[in-house]
Nanobody
Framework: VQLQASGGGLVQAGGSLRLSCAAS????????MGWFRQAPGKEREFVAA????????YYADSLKARFTISRDSVKNTMYLQMDSLKPEDTAVYYC????????????????WGQGTQVTVSS
């Protein structure tokens, strides 16, 4: 599976961004797709995941009120809508894919995109 993340940028606190992750190379129906982020000096952390076939979702508790994950099966693209952004959301955002359980364990995701930078100014 090849993944290409896009949509990052500079936004003021309180603003919104929508990230996209275009997937190719395999039939995605058996895959779990996820978003992760990594701020400077910090470990990569889970943001949200979605089951490609049924659309079930799973979020990091601290983010589910502001972030929404979705997918377009026709376009083979996953999205992350981020609202009410805060400076602490500044990070490189990665999309990833795995087979198996819908969870947020970084080590269990096998395929990774290149990341897109999100910077939230105060």
């Amino acid at each position: 599976v090849q993944l290409q993340a896009s949509g990052g940028g500079l936004v003021q606190a309180g603003g919104s961004l929508r990230l996209s992750c275009a997937a190719s190379g395999r039939t995605l129906s058996t895959y779990i797709m996820g978003w992760f982020r990594q701020a400077p000096g910090k470990e990569r952390e889970f943001v949200a995941a979605i089951g490609w076939s049924g659309g079930s979702t799973y979020y990091a508790d601290s983010l589910k009120a502001r972030f929404t994950i979705s997918r377009d099966s026709v376009k083979n693209t996953m999205y992350l809508q981020m609202d009410s952004l805060k400076p602490e959301d500044t990070a490189v955002y990665y999309c990833a894919a795995r087979r198996g359980a819908l969870n947020g364990r970084v080590s269990e995701y096998d395929y990774w995109g290149q990341g897109t930078q999100v910077t939230v100014s105060s």
